[in-house]
């Protein structure tokens, strides 16, 4: 059984920066692909970002070139680097993990969740 802990998050202005992390245990953290969603009031929860154990990553539309994930396989911990932080990218983020080599995967595919944090950007 993985567990997934997250930590950072909270309240920013727009334009400014957040930086999440996911520490992982109890699992092979070498097979697993991590990922990052978020979901907003009222909407789906929705595909932010992955990264395979050898460092491929993806990411969504909307956050390219401002979001960046990273993982530390030492530390078994995954980051979400957000940058240029907009009204919209208000949410709660969730880490997840999935024992696959692919990363792009929609919620239903994940097989560990974190607790959730909230992300909220100010206009």
């Known amino acids: 059984q993985v567990q997934l802990v997250q930590s950072g998050g909270g309240l920013v202005q727009a334009g400014g920066s957040l930086r999440l992390s996911c520490a992982a245990s109890g699992g092979t953290f070498s097979t697993y692909t991590m990922g990052w969603f978020r979901q907003a009031p009222g909407k789906e929860r929705e595909y932010v970002a992955a990264i395979t154990w050898g460092g491929t990553t993806s990411s969504t539309d909307s956050v390219k070139g401002r979001f960046t994930i990273s993982r530390d396989n030492a530390k078994n911990t995954v980051y979400l680097q957000m940058n240029s932080l907009k009204p919209e990218d208000t949410a709660v983020y969730y880490c997840?993990?999935?024992?696959?080599?692919?990363?792009?995967w929609g919620p239903g595919l994940v097989d560990y969740w974190g607790q959730g944090t909230q992300v909220t950007v100010s206009s």
């Open positions: 997840a993990a999935r024992r696959t080599t692919r990363t792009v």
